[in-house]
């Protein structure tokens, strides 16, 4: 059985992120980056600055005048939206393809991303009073290791698909017993490749563990929360599959339970925002 | 959409009751005295501790009665005669039972009691709404919050960024001013270094041309001595023919030493006024006799307004016309050689001069007319075969024409003769300012007034020259002409012979070993100033005008002559020594010292 590591080792060889992406990442984290290098990556990448155009002139920003400068869009949208818009950029590249009747969608599992990204980010902001970039992010990610088992280890996956019942197990142990290591170990790997901030590791590692309490806000709650709801609304990789919601969550949400309704009543208009600005396929 | 709606979303985390008890609770805090009860449509009651408006019996008619009366309020009279009444509230999903105690009236009986009611229960309703506004308020203060901490981020990393970029810059700044310092370093030596190359060629330049014009003396000054010897035919034809080509090979060398001279930058062009006129009949002079033995005409028109006198380099101007019409001459077998000099402008100021050379001569094929100004050029390979030449002539001619900021251009017609055209723009001079240099009598020996008189009186001469063929060549020429003469090879030799024996002139080689001839004139002339030290020496004790010294040199350069002039000697004679010019200086000497009386030579 394979590890963690060679899986990781095996994808990278195969698919690469785009150059554009790897280098916006690294300058996310380099503290002596600054705009006029983010202007000079981007340059670089016709479709990039086509999205970012697209992101900066949208009701999200509400900007009264059409900005129309590379630059310029660069200071609005911020360093940290424009690592996001290309990584989602990125990863639906990675997502496309190898759709079969069969075996593991990976359309429904980027809609489940996607879903949960935006999900997590309005709870991020909206109940915790964070900014949501990274939270965003994350949910985008949480589940890239299901891509990397698809792609390697197609077979052993669906039988883990198969066996997971949310009932009885979660579907990281179904993967454990049948490919020797689970997505969130997998993704993790591959995110500290792409030197992703450590919250969002965290965050990738940590997203099936029920067992432990996780602190309200932190990155991996969010992503529970995210992840119950999208599943609740029928958006989890395996349709009417998904992990019940944690117990130290049923209980704060029963506590603010009105913020999450009013949450809940916001959700399609974000959603239908978010397609409009990312063209997702929600 | 697939799954559950929206708002039902956390439905499973919840009793189904928060809204009934919310409701309740609001409705307590109204009427405190009043005893309400909630009859919940999932079965739930409230409160469940028993706070009964009415008996059980009441309470199971008063419901029964409200689900009939849809939506209306209903009241009911108990036992005790206190009024019950029961309300159906849809937001919530109950039915609402409340009595007011001590109140005998029925309250829905008057409308202001009806009122009253509905006013309370919308009361309730519209807490439970206000409370949802404020939650969604509290999320706007939330993103609110977000934002201002995203704005203040952006502010300091503005900031952040304002300061990496003046570093960036600053450090830019310096490695560039470095680059600049370094290029410039380096730029400079380069610069000493072409500077130094450049003064080594030139030194070397100087020097080949003494080493090269040693031997050309040599052999031209003896072959001209072995002609005057009696000799037969055979010998004097040989003679001749060394002469002759001797001749020829002093032309080349003086061509390649001015071609590199010119291509080195090394050549300076003099800017003093001159008679142009004078300088072309100068020329048109060394080629009269030629032309009449060839029996070609030879023309010279001179445009009647051209000033009288320019500013330019004479010398320089005289050898490319005497190249030009050298060549016209050369190439021309009949017909005629014409010099025409004409004015294309003319203000007080400038006068932009037409110099035309015309022959009726061989011509050249149009696709060679550009090529002929070129090194090495000639018309064609046989040229050079029938006619010699080095092709070094027009290319010097180009350049300097060039040099003097005119252009040089040919129109020829193969068989029928070549035109050679330069134009020079000249400064007029005006000739109450000016003393007019006379043309340098160079190295022409044509040009020597060639009946030159035996000196009259054995003139004392002192020959100062290392070189013993030169020694030898010299020494007959001046003995020949009848002077006295001793001989010394360097400076320091020549102070001695002074200070022993007397002399009307000295002839002094400008490169000797040990001490060379400016040197040791400067000595002398030291010597002549002051009295104390000039009664040592022979020679100069008792003269009453300083010493002639006339400079021997190889170095026919402009800085040669000036350093001539510059220790003090009185004239220069460039190597090799041409006879007639000696002769010549001989002779002018002699009549000096006619004229001024001799120093005797001392007693003893």
Not at chain 1, 249 to 277: C, F, G
Not at chain 2, 143 to 154: D, E, F, Y
Request: charged letters at 25%.
């Amino acid at each position: 059985m394979p590890t963690a590591q060679e899986l990781v080792r095996k994808f990278s060889d195969l698919k690469t992120l785009p150059h554009v992406a790897l280098r916006l990442t690294k300058l996310v984290n380099d503290d002596r980056s600054t705009m006029h290098d983010f202007e000079e990556v981007i340059k670089l990448d016709p479709v990039l600055v086509t999205r970012l155009l697209r992101l900066v002139n949208s009701p999200y920003f509400g900007l009264i005048n059409k900005v129309e400068s590379i630059p310029k869009a660069v200071v609005y949208v911020g360093m940290k939206n424009l690592r996001n818009l290309v990584a989602v950029e990125a990863l639906r590249n990675l997502f496309r393809g190898g759709e079969n009747e069969n075996g593991f969608s990976r359309k429904n599992l980027w809609i489940h991303s996607a879903t949960v990204a935006i999900i997590a980010e309005m709870i991020a902001k909206r109940i915790f009073g964070q900014e949501g970039e990274d939270v965003f992010l994350a949910g985008i990610i949480h589940d890239i290791g299901l891509i990397v088992e698809d792609q390697l280890v197609g077979e052993s996956l669906w039988s883990a698909c198969a066996a997971y019942d949310p009932t009885k197990n979660t579907l990281a142990l179904c993967e454990m017993e049948a490919i020797g290591t689970d997505h969130c170990l997998v993704g993790n790997l591959l995110a500290k490749e792409w030197r992703l901030p450590n919250e969002v590791l965290k965050a990738i590692r940590l997203h099936h563990d029920m067992e432990r309490k996780h602190s309200l806000g932190s990155i991996t709650s969010i992503l529970q929360l995210a992840e119950y709801v999208a599943g609740k609304l029928g958006y989890s990789p395996l349709v009417g599959r998904f992990d019940p919601l944690p117990d130290y969550l049923v209980r704060h949400v029963r506590s603010s339970m009105t913020n999450y309704k009013v949450i809940m009543r916001d959700l399609p208009t974000e959603m239908a925002k978010a397609k409009d600005l990312y063209e997702t396929d929600l | 959409m697939t799954g559950v709606e929206f708002e039902n979303v956390f439905d499973d985390l919840l009793d189904g009751d928060e809204e009934l008890k919310a409701f309740y609770q609001v409705l307590r805090e109204q009427v405190p005295q009043a005893f309400i009860q909630l009859h919940g449509d999932n079965g739930v009651v409230l409160p469940e501790v028993v706070d009964q408006p009415c008996s059980s019996e009441g309470v199971a008619q008063l419901l029964e009665k409200t689900h009939a009366a849809g939506g209306k309020p209903v009241a009911e009279q108990g036992q005790d005669g206190e009024w019950c009444y029961g309300l159906r509230v849809d937001k919530v999903s109950a039915v609402l039972l409340f009595s007011l105690p001590g109140r005998t009236g029925n309250l829905l009986a008057e409308s202001h009691g009806r009122e009253l009611l509905q006013g309370v229960i919308d009361y309730a309703l519209l807490q439970q709404e206000q409370q949802l506004l404020q939650i969604e308020n509290e999320q706007i203060y939330r993103q609110i919050g977000v934002l201002k901490q995203k704005h203040t981020a952006l502010i300091e990393d503005n900031f952040r960024q304002y300061r990496l970029i003046q570093d960036k810059e600053k450090e830019y700044a310096r490695t560039l001013e470095s680059e600049i310092a370094r290029q410039t370093a380096e730029l400079r030596n380069t610069n000493a270094r072409l500077e130094e190359a450049s003064r080594l060629q030139s030194e070397f330049l100087a020097n080949m041309s003494h080493e090269l014009r040693t031997p050309m003396n040599a052999i031209i000054g003896f072959s001209d001595l072995l002609l005057e010897l009696k000799l037969d035919k055979e010998s004097r034809e040989y003679a001749q023919t060394i002469k002759n080509a001797g001749m020829n090979l002093l032309v080349l060398i003086n061509d390649i030493l001015d071609l590199a001279k010119i291509e080195a930058g090394r050549i300076e062009l003099d800017n003093s006024p001159f008679d142009l006129r004078e300088t072309v009949d100068n020329v048109a002079n060394l080629f009269r006799i030629p032309a009449r033995e060839k029996k070609l005409t030879f023309v010279v028109e001179i445009a009647p307004e051209l000033p009288a006198l320019l500013y330019g380099d004479n010398n320089r101007l005289r050898q490319i016309l005497i190249n030009l019409v050298g060549n016209a001459m050369k190439f021309t077998a009949a017909g005629e050689v014409a010099i025409t000099i004409g004015l294309q402008d003319l203000t007080s100021e400038r006068a932009q001069v037409v110099f035309t050379v015309r022959d009726s001569g061989i011509g050249i094929p149009p696709e060679r007319q550009q090529a002929i100004f070129d090194k090495f050029t000639q018309a064609d390979g046989s040229t050079t075969r029938k006619y010699g030449g080095t092709g070094l002539g027009l290319a010097i001619c180009h350049q300097l024409v060039q040099l003097m900021g005119g252009s040089i251009s040919v129109k020829s017609v193969e068989g029928q003769g070549s035109s050679f055209y330069f134009t020079l723009p000249l400064k007029v001079a005006r000739p109450e300012t000016v003393v007019v240099a006379r043309p340098e009598q160079g190295r022409d020996a044509e040009n020597i007034p060639a009946e030159a008189q035996p000196a009259r009186s054995a003139l004392r001469v002192l020959l100062v020259e290392d070189n013993p063929v030169n020694q030898r060549l010299a020494s007959i020429i001046i003995k020949k002409q009848g002077c006295e003469l001793a001989v010394a090879g360097d400076g320091i030799e020549a102070l001695v012979q002074l200070e022993k024996h007397v002399f009307d002139l000295v002839l002094m080689d400008v490169q000797m070993p040990n001490m060379d001839g400016l040197e040791a004139t400067r000595r002398i002339r030291k010597i002549e100033a002051s009295a104390g030290t000039r009664a040592q020496y022979a020679c100069l004790r008792n003269r009453t005008k300083p010493l002639s010294i006339i400079g021997l040199t190889a170095h026919a350069r402009k800085e040669d002559e000036q350093s001539c002039y510059g220790a003090g000697m009185n004239g220069f004679l460039t190597k090799p020594i041409i006879r007639a010019r000696l002769e010549a200086v001989l002779v002018e000497e002699a009549d000096g010292c006619a004229a001024q009386g001799r120093p005797p030579e001392p007693a003893g």
